[in-house]
């Protein structure tokens, strides 16, 4: 069984460092009327097979007022190749057009109950979830891709429509959890079916 936040939830506040040297939480993307938070990172090949099409979402979206950004919240114990340094190295060399913030404590993705990379959350206006789960539904090989459920989800929502499927689940690798925590799971957060 698996845990996530689900819709109607409102954003949690958060304050991490991002590649670009800043420091960013919520109010900082105060001036866009939707958000995009996504747990993401370095090594996956479900991220690192469906990062142009994320690109291309976030691009087409982005004068409708969305912003993406992504959070690496993978222990670098587990994973070197998830460490910031190796963010920034990455996003140098893609230029992806998010903000791209590292959850070293991971209290973030414990927050959110992120499960996998990526894992997206939408969020309206008022900062409420109104999509969890999946971007595509084949995202190690985008070429066998069928549905874009990210893309649908902001389509609605930026024309005013109420959201057609809310909850998927996600697609990926599992979170990289820091040593005691390596089996974690939210003890409050709800059921996603």
């Not at 670009?20 to 097979?49: K, M, Q």
């Not at 099409?53 to 912003?67: H, I, L, P, Y």
């Not at 959070?71 to 990455?90: C, G, K, L, Q, W």
């Not at 979830?129 to 549905?147: A, E, K, N, Q, W």
Request: glycine share 6%.
């Amino acid at each position: 069984m698996s845990y996530t936040i689900l819709p109607g939830r409102k954003a949690i506040d958060f304050r991490l460092p991002a590649t670009d040297g800043r420091e960013y939480s919520l109010s900082d993307f105060d001036d866009h009327p939707y958000l995009v938070i996504f747990f993401t990172c370095n090594h996956c090949p479900y991220v690192t097979g469906s990062d142009e099409v994320t690109r291309a979402t976030a691009e087409k979206f982005s004068d409708r007022g969305v912003v993406f950004v992504g959070i690496n919240s993978n222990s670098e114990h587990t994973y070197e190749e998830d460490s910031f340094p190796n963010m920034v190295a990455r996003m140098k060399q893609h230029n992806f057009p998010w903000k791209y913030l590292y959850d070293r404590d991971q209290a973030v993705v414990k927050a959110y109950g992120g499960l996998k990379t990526p894992h997206f959350f939408v969020f309206n206006r008022d900062r409420e979830l109104v999509y969890t789960g999946r971007g595509v539904d084949s995202p190690r090989d985008t070429s066998r891709m069928t549905v874009n459920d990210l893309e649908r989800a902001l389509e609605e929502l930026t024309s005013g429509m109420e959201i057609s499927v809310p909850v998927t689940n996600p697609i990926g690798c599992n979170i990289k959890w820091e040593g005691k925590d390596a089996k974690w799971m939210p003890p409050e957060a709800c059921d996603l079916v």
